[in-house]
DNA sequence: GCCAACGTTGGC
DNA sequence: GCCAACGTTGGC
């Protein structure tokens, strides 16, 4: 199945390694209304495309699976969380989170990887890839979106560009 | 409703 | 560490 989405991670904080030891994990903490909004249109059984941000090698590094759809997010009610919002109530709440399933590591199509945390492609591979990923929102100017959405057309280029485990 | 100031993201 | 881009806040 396609990947319909691709979500950033920074590795220093959770990375495809901890995804794929852990299996699964509740995706919180997004902050952006733009983002929010994304997440409430995932639906089990949707994938993602797993990416590496803010880190020395950024860049796409496996799939999730979305497990369990959008509803409020606990940390926004959690007074001890980085990520408490005094604006939030249970009332009304700001934020949701979704839960995700560890679907597999990709790797580069020819070749191993030098390291383990090394992207199957990087930003700079993708930003080389010209019309083929025209369009696709990770690589608008700007662009800091941590959920973005994946045409069709673009999940298929990046599938064909990697291997799975 | 405007917009300046500020905070955050994230590549480099 | 720098800085461009963007979102949010809050005074007016």
Redesign the pocket.
């Known amino acids: 199945m396609l990947p319909k989405w691709l979500m950033?991670s920074?590795p220093d904080e959770f990375s495809i390694l901890d995804f794929a030891a852990r299996g699964g994990e509740e995706w919180g903490g997004v902050?952006?209304?733009?983002a929010r909004n994304f997440l409430r249109e995932m639906r089990v059984g949707e994938r993602f495309f797993f990416?590496h941000?803010?880190?020395a090698e950024?860049g796409v590094v496996g799939i999730g699976e979305i497990a369990r759809a959008a509803a409020p997010d606990p940390s926004q009610f959690d007074l001890s969380s980085d990520y408490f919002d005094p604006?939030s109530t249970t009332d009304q709440p700001r934020w949701d989170s979704v839960w995700v399933r560890f679907v597999t590591r990709l790797y580069p199509r020819a070749g191993e990887l030098a390291d383990p945390l090394q992207p199957a492609l990087t930003?700079?591979q993708l930003?080389a890839a010209g019309p083929a990923l025209q369009g696709l929102r990770l690589l608008?100017?700007?662009?800091?979106?941590?959920v973005i959405p994946v045409a069709p057309e673009h999940a298929r280029w990046l599938l064909e560009q990697t291997r799975a485990a």
Request: glycine fraction near 4%; hydrophobic fraction near 15%; include cysteine.
């Open positions: 950033k920074e902050r952006n209304y733009q990416y941000s803010s880190c950024p604006k930003l700079a930003r608008d100017r700007g662009s800091r979106l941590s």
